[in-house]
């Protein structure tokens, strides 16, 4: 099992700019897959982004395409989600997940993954 510990997660101003991290513990997997989801008020937890363990792939949602990039520090088994452009669409808790099974390509959905941290909050005004 892992432990996951989001941090980084802010009020800016739309056009602005944030970088979330998502700290891993715990066991280390080289296959499945580490995934950024959002929750807004009054909403379904979506999948933003997606990083494939086995060929390091990134599958990111097209709503976020071109402003978002998710990238890692192996060495400090870390993921981070580097955000910009921000609009206040945008806003929700953001967590990240893993899966140690195989990942398809494509929109993760919130039942296939069963570790999660915390959440961390990301509020964008217009």
């Known amino acids: 099992q892992i432990q996951l510990v989001e941090s980084g997660g802010g009020s800016v101003q739309a056009g602005g700019s944030l970088r979330l991290s998502c700290a891993q513990s715990g066991s280390t997997y080289s296959t499945g897959c580490m995934a950024w989801f959002r929750q807004a008020p009054e909403k379904e937890r979506e999948g933003v982004a997606v990083l494939y363990r086995r060929n390091g792939g990134i599958w990111n949602d097209e709503s976020v395409e071109g402003r978002f990039t998710l990238s890692q520090d192996k060495a400090k088994n870390t993921v981070y989600l580097e955000m910009n452009s921000l609009k206040p669409e945008d806003t929700a808790m953001y967590y990240c997940?893993?899966?140690?099974?195989?990942?398809?390509?494509?929109?993760?959905?919130?039942?296939?993954?069963?570790?999660w941290g915390q959440g961390t909050q990301v509020t964008v005004s217009s």
């Open positions: 997940a893993s899966r140690r099974s195989t990942c398809f390509w494509g929109t993760p959905r919130e039942a296939d993954f069963g570790d």
